[in-house]
């Protein structure tokens, strides 16, 4: 079973940007789904965006549609979240995601391996 581990969280002003990874080891990191969810304090987890496995395709939340783009490099086994144009509201932690289900899902419950988060702050 693949095991995840992100990175590149960290203290943005809003407008900025910034680039999560999420790198993968153990199991056939090309055949996951990927997605990232986050959790604001208080709030439950939300999904932010997926990345399929066959074709690609990708879908991301309302929230984040136009400013977010999640990648993957399959012979690196990581997938990406790239920032931009954060607001306060994107403040949480994000976790990374695999599904092992042949369509994509866009519910936590949808995922049996997570990472262990990293934290976003975006300031005013």
């Known amino acids: 079973q693949v095991q995840l581990v992100e990175s590149g969280g960290g203290l943005v002003q809003a407008g900025g940007s910034l680039r999560l990874s999420c790198a993968a080891s153990?199991?056939?990191?090309?055949?996951?789904?990927m997605a990232w969810f986050r959790q604001a304090p208080g709030k439950e987890r939300e999904f932010v965006a997926v990345?399929?496995?066959?074709?690609?395709?990708?879908y991301y939340s309302d929230s984040v549609k136009g400013r977010f783009t999640i990648s993957r490099d399959n012979a690196k086994n990581s997938v990406y979240l790239q920032m931009a144009s954060l607001k306060p509201e994107d403040t949480a932690v994000y976790y990374c995601?695999?599904?092992?289900?042949?369509?994509?899902?866009?519910?936590?419950?949808?995922?049996?391996?997570w990472g262990q988060g990293t934290q976003v702050t975006v300031s005013s």
């Open positions: 990345i399929g496995w066959y074709a690609g395709d990708t």
């Open positions: 153990q199991g056939t990191f090309s055949a996951y789904n």
């Open positions: 995601a695999a599904s092992a289900f042949p369509v994509i899902v866009m519910k936590s419950e949808g995922y049996n391996t």
